[in-house]
C-alpha cells in the first residue's frame, strides 16, 4: 500500500505481545512503523519526543491504565489518534474512553484477522488526523496572513473573511460572515462588478484589478483586488490597500510617473479609473494641471472633477459605458481646478481589459481644448464618439 509512513507507539506491559502487534500490524500494511512501550510512563516520555501519528494502548497495565494514559496524551494532544486495544471489554470502559477522547475501541480477540482491522482502522484514524491539521494550518496561514483573503458564497455573502481583509474595511470579522460583498461599495456603485466582472470570472476562473471600495466608516480605498472562482463557484477575493502607495508614487519621481508624464506630449494629463469610474492612480502632471495632490483626489469618482451642476454623474456614467462598448470615447468639457476655476478640456477615456476581454479599469488622458464645450451637457447620443 502506497503513502506516507505512519509511526505508531504501541504501548502494552507484554513485551512479547508488544512484539507480536508490531509484528502483525507492520505485515498489514507496509506504512505502519511500529515501536513498543511496555508502560505508560514508557509511552508518554517516547511521545515527548513527538513525531509518532498514532498510539495503540493496551487496558490493563500496572501503574497507570490505558484510560489514565490516554488522558494524559489528551492533556497534550486533543486529536492524536489513539485506539484502545485491550483484552478487558466492558461497556464502562468504553464509555469512559469515548468520554475521554478515545479515537477507537478494539478488544482482542483470536486469530489475526484482529490485526487487520487494527491495522485498517488505525491508518484511518491517521489520515483524518492529518487531514485535520492540513485544514488547521491552512487556517492558520489564511488567518495570519498580511493579504485580506475572503470567500463569497455564490448568493454573494461572505462566508469568510480573515482577520487582515476584516481590519483593512475597518470591520469585524463576524460582522461581515453572512454579509453580502456589496457592503463594501456605496449605494449601486458595483454595477459594473456584478453585471459583467463577476459572470467573467465564473466563466474564466479569475480577474484582477484597482477598485476602489468602502470602509465601514466611509472611507474609500484604493484596492489591488483580485477574484478566483473556487469549487462549487465560490468566489476567492482578495484585497491590499493601494492608497497609500499610490499617493506616496505620485509624489515620488518613479520610472512609471515619468512615463505617465510623458504619455501624449506637452500638456496632455494622464489618470486611470477602477471599472466603476473611481480615480486609482493620479500623476504629477494631473496633480499639477488640476491643483489637487493625489491623497485629495484617489478614490474621487471622475464626476467630483465636473463643473455641471446637474448632471455630472450621469454624464460620467455616459462616457463610461461608451468607452467600455466601443474601446474609448471622446468629449470636450469642463473640468474643476482645485482652487475652484473650471478649465475646458478634452477628454478621452479608454477601457483596459485583461487577455479573456473582461474590463479592469479607464485609462483617461485630457488636455486643455481650444474649443468651449456647451456649458450643458448633451444627452448621450450628442456625445463625442471614436
Known sequence: MEGRSIRVLHVDDDPAFGEMVETFLERQDERLEVETATSAAEGLEMLADDGFDGVVSDYDMPERNGIEFLEAVRDEDPYLPFILFTGKGSEEIASEAIANGVSDYLQKATGTDQYTILANRLANAVDRYRARRQIDLRHQALETASEGLSLVNPDGTFTYVNAAFAQLFGYDQAELIGTHWTVLYHDSEAKRLERKILPAVLETGHWAGET?????????????????????????????????????????????????????????????????????????????????????????????????????????????????????????????????????????????TDSDGTLRGFGVVTRESAEQPPVEYGPDPQLGRT
Open 212 to 352: 476602489v471600495r468602502l470602509t465601514k466608516h466611509g472611507t474609500r480605498l484604493v484596492t489591488d483586488h483580485r477574484l478566483t472562482r473556487a469549487d462549487g463557484d465560490t468566489i476567492v477575493c482578495t484585497a491590499t490597500d493601494l492608497t497609500e502607495e499610490r499617493a506616496a508614487s505620485s509624489r515620488a519621481e518613479t520610472t512609471f510617473e515619468l512615463l505617465l508624464d510623458t504619455i501624449g506630449g506637452e500638456g496632455y494629463v494622464f489618470f486611470t479609473l477602477d471599472h466603476e469610474g473611481y480615480i486609482t492612480r493620479w500623476n504629477d502632471g494631473a496633480a499639477g494641471f488640476y491643483g489637487s495632490d493625489a491623497d485629495d483626489v484617489l478614490g474621487d469618482h471622475l464626476s467630483t472633477l465636473s463643473t455641471d451642476a446637474d448632471r455630472p454623474e450621469t454624464v460620467s456614467e455616459d462616457l463610461l459605458d461608451i468607452a467600455w462598448r466601443e474601446g474609448s470615447v471622446t468629449h470636450d468639457v469642463y473640468l474643476r481646478r482645485e482652487d475652484g476655476g473650471q478649465v475646458p478640456v478634452q477628454l478621452r477615456i479608454s477601457s483596459g
